[in-house]
């Protein structure tokens, strides 16, 4: 951006962010959601596999890594592990949703003290300013 916002534009980009961000966490929340139903839906059909293994028979020191090698146990694990995956990159972009608002504050304060300084004129702080010569 090469201007300072207005009181509209910023209000707007404010506003903006603000979904955004609620966007964000409700993402977060539904990623959490399914990643808790994941690993419970995982550890029941982990205990039930292991007490199976043990009432045929085998050790109780082998019964947790056969368990998990079974195909719909170590097929839960795969889903929960990219759920898991899921929630880790929706709280990314809710943390990345945040420093772009305090950005955005950061840079509203700003237009906000060059609009005060030139008096509501369009100005641009930014520009090279030329000696004589």
Not at 121 to 126: R, V
């Amino acid at each position: 951006m090469s201007e300072a916002f207005d009181i509209v534009g910023a209000r707007e980009a404010e506003h903006a962010a603000s979904s955004l961000q609620l966007g964000s966490e409700a993402q977060m929340r539904e990623a959490a959601s399914d990643l808790a139903e994941a690993e419970r839906a995982y550890r029941v059909e982990l205990a039930k596999e292991i007490t199976r293994l043990k009432a045929d028979g085998v050790a109780w020191s082998s019964t947790a890594d056969l368990a998990r090698g079974e195909k719909k146990v170590a097929d839960l694990k795969y889903g929960r592990d990219v759920k898991k995956g899921v929630y880790e990159a929706a709280q990314q972009a809710a943390y990345r949703h945040g420093a772009d608002r305090r950005a955005l504050g950061r840079l509203v304060d700003w237009s906000a003290r060059i609009d005060l300084r030139s008096m509501g004129e369009t100005e641009q702080p930014y520009k090279a300013i030329r000696g004589p010569g």
